[in-house]
């Protein structure tokens, strides 16, 4: 059998410059916890993974660099560091404070120079080319990566939350206070395009695929325009959605208050959705196979097969709103509201067959156990202890269930 291996750098949010989400990596087939970092604060910052590093920030105002579960550096801010950094192709990095300033370091963590844009950074920053782009307050910022010297500034009405989403020679963002609230798409170099006014607002970010944008409101809903601002096509769910979008090749994914977290098809009909126990704020994160990575204020982190089939989740100590990074051979990485950086993997190697069991079925009341282990619901509840060989399960209702080996193996059980 041959095996490839892929290796994969998440330089800023949502990965690339469109946020499209997506990863050319597998993801981990199981929740095997790599290893959990202590950032001492509550964080809602998504990392980003840089060859063996995993750069992150939290409410301490500490960015901070880990290699293997350990702290190599703290660059130390004024103020919540609540986005995500980002990389440039040299590893430098870009980074916003609630202090009003963005800041650019190098990879050993040294300031190469601070923009003082005078309000609080809530917008990651997003580098394209030889500049990196920004909100803060109502103004969306260009700065020269090199100096960060202001390249241009454009005005909106309303605060800016949004990570500029840039593809070819457009931006796309939106606002979300005090309003007008408007969706707008903008030239590279700040020139008015498009803009549309919507009854709430918008705090998530925008992905690009092709010459389509998509991007989703707190009115509940998910827009699709093309590049010169038509209009194709609005999906409503009647919730409100604070999770940015994530695109692939078989459609479009995204959280919401209904504790759902929806597949949509790129010509705007649902496609599936699965429940959660809490409302998905966190950005989903989607790997080479269609895989669907993404947490929940219920403190879970979830795994989702391409048809939106539970695969896994890992139980955190608090509300997870920060989007998932897949990095380095698949291995996904997230923050917690109890102030940890969790890393889940490694991911699966591509292989030219599938040589990973997913699914291990009860026939009736009689489940033939690998090796010994513990049963679990899929909320993450101990329900029985299971010896190696055959066992009787006749006292658990028709449903899912995860079953985690003595050996970290975890297996997806149905009982028909």
């Given amino acids: 059998m041959i095996i490839f291996l892929i290796f994969e750098q998440w330089l800023m949010f949502h990965n690339n410059a469109e946020h499209q989400g997506k990863s ?36 301490s105002g500490a960015l901070v660099a880990i290699k293997n579960g350990e ?12 986005t995500s950094p980002a ?3 040299n590893g430098n990095l870009y980074v916003g404070s609630y202090d009003g300033k963005l800041y650019s370091l190098t990879n050993s963590g040294k300031k190469r120079w601070e923009f003082d844009a005078g309000s609080e950074i809530a917008s990651s920053p997003t580098v394209y080319k030889d500049k990196v782009y920004f909100a803060a307050d109502s103004i ?8 960060g010297e202001e390249v241009f500034r454009y005005v909106t009405n309303g605060k800016i939350k949004s990570s500029p989403a840039i593809k070819d020679n457009f931006i ?15 030239t590279i170099s700040g020139g008015n395009m498009q803009k549309k006014i919507i009854s709430n607002g918008c705090v998530s970010s925008a992905c690009w695929t092709n010459d389509t944008m998509f991007i989703t409101t707190k009115e509940g809903k998910l827009y699709a325009f093309k590049s010169s601002g038509v209009l194709l096509w609005e999906f409503s769910i009647g919730a409100a959605i604070s999770s940015s979008p994530a695109v692939d090749g078989n459609g479009v994914y995204f959280g919401a208050s209904d504790s759902s977290l929806y597949a949509v098809s790129k010509e705007g009909q649902v496609r599936w959705k699965y429940k959660t126990n809490g409302i998905i704020e966190s950005s989903p994160a989607v790997d080479k196979d269609g895989n669907i990575f993404f947490g929940s204020t219920d403190s879970m982190f979830y795994a989702l097969n391409k048809e939106g089939h539970f695969k896994w989740f890992y ?21 917690s509201w109890d102030g940890c950086l969790y890393a889940i993997g490694p991911g699966a190697a591509i292989t030219e067959e599938e040589d990973i069991v997913n699914f291990i079925f009860i026939e009736g009341d009689v ?9 679990f619901s899929v909320d993450g509840r101990a329900l029985l ?32």
């Fill in 367 to 375: 489940f033939n156990a690998p090796l010994d282990g513990d049963l």
């Fill in 24 to 59: 050319g990596a597998i993801g981990p087939v199981s929740s095997e916890l790599l290893f959990k970092y202590e950032l001492g604060s509550i964080s809602s910052s998504s990392p980003v993974v840089y060859n063996d590093f995993v750069y992150v920030g939290s409410n």
């Fill in 71 to 82: 702290e190599v550096w703290e660059f130390k801010t004024g103020g919540f560091i609540t």
């Fill in 87 to 89: 990389v440039d192709d």
């Fill in 140 to 147: 969306l910022y260009a700065l020269s990566t090199n100096t």
């Fill in 385 to 416: 202890h299971i010896k190696r060989g055959k066992n009787l399960l006749n006292s658990l209702s028709k449903g899912k269930y995860v079953f985690r080996s003595s050996n970290k193996n975890v297996y997806y059980l149905i009982k028909e």
């Fill in 172 to 186: 796309g963002f939106g606002t979300w206070w005090p309003g007008p609230h408007q969706i707008y798409i903008i």
């Fill in 315 to 335: 139980k955190t100590q608090n509300r997870i709103v920060s989007s998932p990074a897949i990095g380095a051979h698949g291995t996904v990485y997230f923050t």
